[in-house]
């Protein structure tokens, strides 16, 4: 069995948003690059998932659209614990053409199992894995918050309104997961740092894709007016100006 | 020609998000002079669906079949895909919630439509089409161009609100052409939780971080989100912790929330956790720290101890409901 983690490369969570040329493009000066949360966490339980597998699941791959700026999110990724990486070389443009990319560089791979995070924090479109699932003709599985090897097949929970379910679903597929699949990152030992600088990083060309979206421009939110304080003692006159001023009770 | 809106059903009835997004696409089809078509997807009665013609859908596609009790990725956007194509759908909608986001990826690639996934509002402009989305987990928004013919939206719950526009719509069943690769995945086994609020459905959502000190001191915030029919919701440590359930917590990797009234006790308000929690109406924070980022965050604050503020608010909000 092999798995594979699609990871995408986000501005650390603590950045403070700007934007440059008239509001048309992210301001990258100063940001730090982290893996995705989310694909870091589904990194985690693949690793876990192997360790556990008795040798059954051979390998944990990582995958990822982007230019080369991008390598030291993957050979983050690697010194994690990911025993190979592939970089398919091209600016990732929106959703469709990162799927694109991405079904085009792993179709004749062989992967068993693809995980892909519920989205990206940076773009927030929910959409890589499932746009990869229907390029691969293959199913797909979301709000995924675990997943198990037991008796040579994986099984995951999905999250659905008020509960959960457990779903069994034909190999290869894709689960796009959430929180819960594993609730801390693996952080990379000494060891595995040193390791991941041999550890393979093939990049692949990607053949022309068209994006069908395209960022005009972004805006920050308005500010806020300053916040309202309220006595303590007078629990009263909060619930007042939240039933009259705010209007919310 | 028309605007299709996916109107997902639990346990055969319709919620008000499901009345959100027709008249969100009402709104779409006004403006580009079209109708909206509603489809459904299992057992809803002539009632309930009904109801969707008063929100501004002119037609109803019904689709009942028992293989779709649970929701298949496969089988479900291939019938949305088919019913697209069937109704000439230009735009397709359907909401940013868990079923939105395992189909709507898989729809765009069916019909080749640009996906904008989160929107608020209606387009900019119908020509070319440009519309608002949210991005960088709510700290910017994007206007995002779709250059496809055929688009897809899913909207943010909560975000544009219901209009009534006080029509009626027909109904028309509709078979789905589906095979085995449309049923990939089997569901084995569910586990519901009855009774609760839910978080994403929440109109008031009482909340509580680390300040709380421990799992313990829930109560309080348990009483007065029981008295205010709210849900009650976490910062991500209190999850961590488990002390809470994961369900609950709210933030940037946890759930994106929009309720009308969001009450943080004891949460310091890390920008991680404002992402998920500012497109609240209204936010009453409680901190003893008055250099608490979260009140930057806030509309109210409150400065002092959740141990002594909480039941002095649960007793207020008593005599405001024995009042009204
Ligand atoms: C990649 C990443 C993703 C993250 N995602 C999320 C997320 O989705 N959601 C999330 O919540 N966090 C997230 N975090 C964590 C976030 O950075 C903060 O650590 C977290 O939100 C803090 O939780 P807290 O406010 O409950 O706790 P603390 O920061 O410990 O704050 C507790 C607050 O309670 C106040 N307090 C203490 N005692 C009392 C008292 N008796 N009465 C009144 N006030 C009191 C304190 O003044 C303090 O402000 C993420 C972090 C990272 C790195």
Known sequence: MKILICISN?????????????????????????????????????????????????????????????????????AIGADDAIRVNAEPKDAFAVAQQLA???????????????????????????????????????????????????????????????????????????????IVPRIPS???????????????????????????????PPAKAACKMVDPENMKELVNLLHTEAKVL | MSVLVYTENWDG?????????????????????????????????????????????????EVKDDRLNHLINGAYSSIISQVAEKEGSSVVILSNNNTGKA?????????????VAGVNA???????????????????????????DKKILTLNQNSFGVKESGGSASVEAFSPSLNDADFKTEVKDVHKVTGKVLLTDAEIVVSGGRGMKGPENWGPIEELAGLLGAATACSRPVSDEGWRPHEEHTGQTGKIIAPNLYIAAGISGAIQHVAGISSSKCIVAINKDNEAPIFEAADYGVIGDVMQVLPALIDAVKSFKSEN
């Not at chain 1, 051979?58 to 993957?74: A, D, F, M, N, R």
Request: charged share 20%; net charge neutral.
């Open chain 1, 104 to 182: 085009e560089a792993i179709k004749d791979e062989g992967y068993d199992l693809i995980i892909s995070g519920i989205e990206s924090s940076d773009y927030n479109g929910a959409a890589v894995g499932g746009m990869l699932a229907e390029f691969l003709g293959i199913a797909s599985v979301s709000s995924v918050s675990g997943i198990n090897f037991e008796s040579g097949g994986f099984q995951v929970k999905r999250e659905i309104d008020g509960g959960s379910e457990m779903v069994a679903a034909q190999t290869p597929f894709v689960a796009i997961i959430q929180k819960g699949v594993a």
């Open chain 1, 10 to 78: 986000v501005p650390d969570t603590t950045t403070k948003i700007r934007f440059v040329n008239d509001n048309t493009a992210f301001d990258t000066n100063g940001v730090q690059w982290i893996i995705n949360p989310w694909d870091e966490l589904a990194l985690t339980r693949a690793l876990e998932l192997k360790e556990g597998s008795s040798g059954a699941i051979e390998k944990v791959s990582v995958i990822s659209v982007g230019p080369q700026s991008s390598e030291p999110t993957l050979r983050k990724a690697l």
């Open chain 2, 13 to 61: 009835k319709f919620k008000k998000l499901s009345f959100e997004l027709v008249s969100f696409a009402k709104g779409i089809a006004e403006m580009t002079g079209t109708s909206v078509t509603a489809l459904s997807i299992g057992n809803v009665d002539a009632e309930e669906l009904n109801k969707l013609g008063n929100y501004g859908a002119s037609k109803i596609v």
């Open chain 2, 103 to 115: 189909l709507a990826p898989r729809v765009s690639v069916k019909l080749k439509a640009g996906l």
């Open chain 1, 190 to 220: 000494m060891r595995g740092i040193m390791q991941a600088r041999t550890k393979p990083l093939k990049v692949v060309e990607s053949s022309a894709t068209d994006n069908l979206t395209e960022f005009v421009d972004y805006e920050l």
């Open chain 2, 122 to 148: 209606l387009p900019s402009s119908a020509n070319p089409f440009i519309i608002k989305k949210k991005a960088f987990t709510g700290k910017a928004f994007a206007n995002v161009k779709v250059k496809s």
